[in-house]
C-alpha cells in the first residue's frame, strides 16, 4: 500500500474516532496516534487531511449535503460522511491530487471500511460534486 493511501486509511480511522468522541477531539487524536504508528508519509499525509477537513468542516458538509438532496448529513454512517469528507477536501482543497484519483480513492477505502453500498453511495455524490468542479492540472 503507498504511503498517500494508508495515510488516507489513517485520516478516515481518525476522523472516525473524533466523531465518536467530538467533545474530546484532541484528545481522540492523541490516543489514535498512540496506538497507530504508521510510516512517516503516511502520518504526514493524514495529519495535512485531518488538518484541513476539521478547519474546513462546514462548508464540505454544506457540499456535500447540496448534492445528496436524498439524505441528510446525519441519516449518512458515520463511516460513509467521513469518506466523503476527506475526498470533498481533496476534491476543493488540493490541487495536487486529480479528481479521479480522490474518487477512485474514496471508493477504494468504502469498500474496506464501510457497507455493502458503501461504495456506489460515495461514488454517487462525489460524481455529482466533481462535476461541478474544473479539472486540476
Do not use: C
Amino acid at each position: 500500500m503507498g504511503g498517500r493511501r494508508e495515510g488516507r486509511e489513517y485520516a478516515l480511522q481518525a476522523l472516525y474516532a473524533v466523531e465518536m468522541n467530538p467533545a474530546g477531539s484532541r484528545e481522540a487524536l492523541r490516543l489514535f496516534w498512540e496506538q497507530h504508528k504508521g510510516s512517516v508519509t503516511a502520518r504526514l499525509f493524514a495529519d495535512e487531511l485531518l488538518s484541513g477537513i476539521l478547519a474546513n468542516k462546514s462548508s464540505l458538509d454544506e457540499t456535500i449535503a447540496v448534492k445528496s438532496a436524498n439524505w441528510s448529513i446525519t441519516r449518512m454512517s458515520r463511516i460513509d460522511l467521513s469518506i466523503l469528507r476527506m475526498a470533498v477536501f481533496e476534491l476543493l482543497y488540493r490541487d495536487d491530487i486529480p479528481k479521479n484519483v480522490t474518487i477512485n480513492e474514496a471508493i477504494e477505502i468504502a469498500k474496506k471500511f464501510g457497507s455493502e453500498e458503501s461504495p456506489a453511495f460515495v461514488n454517487g455524490i462525489l460524481d455529482e460534486i466533481s462535476r461541478t468542479l474544473p479539472d486540476k492540472q
